[in-house]
């Protein structure tokens, strides 16, 4: 089993930044290929970036490309979600996820663990 941990949301104006954190307890953290997803009130569950077991492979929604940077920390059994230049319709609670394997999905059903969530708040 992995447990995830995610901190960093918050209230941020229009324009701002946000680093979301999220760390893993149990199995070897760097087995698992990590996500991050995002849910508004009344949506279903999008994906927002994904990366690879070795951080050297990334994936990204359309909508935060550019904008947004996952990273990830083995040593530190920590993966980062850094997202500048924020926007109102990126308001969500935003989840991290862990599957095995080294295939980079973007289907929230391709995932296994999950964290419960960190809300972020983009004010106009």
């Known amino acids: 089993q992995v447990q995830l941990v995610e901190s960093g949301g918050g209230l941020v104006q229009a324009g701002g930044s946000l680093r979301l954190s999220c760390t893993a307890s149990g199995r070897t953290f760097s087995n698992n290929v990590m996500g991050w997803f995002r849910q508004a009130p009344g949506k279903e569950r999008e994906f927002v970036a994904t990366i690879s077991r070795n951080g050297g492979n990334t994936y990204y929604a359309d909508s935060v490309k550019g904008r947004f940077t996952i990273s990830r920390d083995n040593a530190k059994n920590t993966v980062f979600l850094q997202m500048n230049s924020l926007k109102p319709e990126d308001t969500a609670v935003y989840y991290c996820?862990?599957?095995?394997?080294?295939?980079?999905?973007?289907?929230?059903?391709?995932?296994?663990?999950w964290g419960q969530g960190t809300q972020v708040t983009v004010s106009s």
């Open positions: 996820a862990g599957r095995s394997g080294n295939s980079l999905y973007s289907v929230p059903n391709s995932y296994t663990y």
